[in-house]
C-alpha cells in the first residue's frame, strides 16, 4: 500500500512520519484492497489541538476520516482504530455477497 504523509505549514520529524508509517501500513491486514492511504497533517490555529485526516482508497469507494488530538499521535490512533472498524465492515459485506 502506497502511504502518503503532508503535513501544512510545519515539517513533521521522522519520528512521527516512522509512527504513522507503522500504524496506517497495518489497516492492509484488515482489507486487502486498499489501493493507497493520504495522510493530511495540520494544525489548528488559536489552539493546541492538531488534526490528522486520513483518505483511504479502495475498489470503487473511498474512507475519509478526520480527528483532532493534543498530539497527532493520538489523532492517527483515533483515525485507524475507527477506519479499521469500517475496513473489516466492508469485508464481512463482501464475503456475505
Known sequence: ???????????????????IDKK???????????????????????TENKEVKIKIA?????????KNASTFEDAVVDCVDVLKGQLVKIKE???GQ
Request: charge should be negative; hydrophobic fraction near 45%.
Open 1 to 19: 500500500m502506497d502511504i502518503r504523509i503532508q503535513s501544512v505549514k510545519f515539517d513533521a520529524d521522522s519520528k512521527l512520519l516512522d509512527f
Open 24 to 46: 496506517v501500513g497495518k489497516l492492509e491486514k484488515f482489507y486487502e484492497d486498499v489501493i493507497n492511504a493520504e495522510v493530511v497533517l495540520s494544525l489548528l490555529p488559536d
Open 58 to 66: 479502495l475498489p470503487g469507494k473511498d474512507l475519509f476520516i478526520q
Open 93 to 95: 459485506k463482501k464475503r
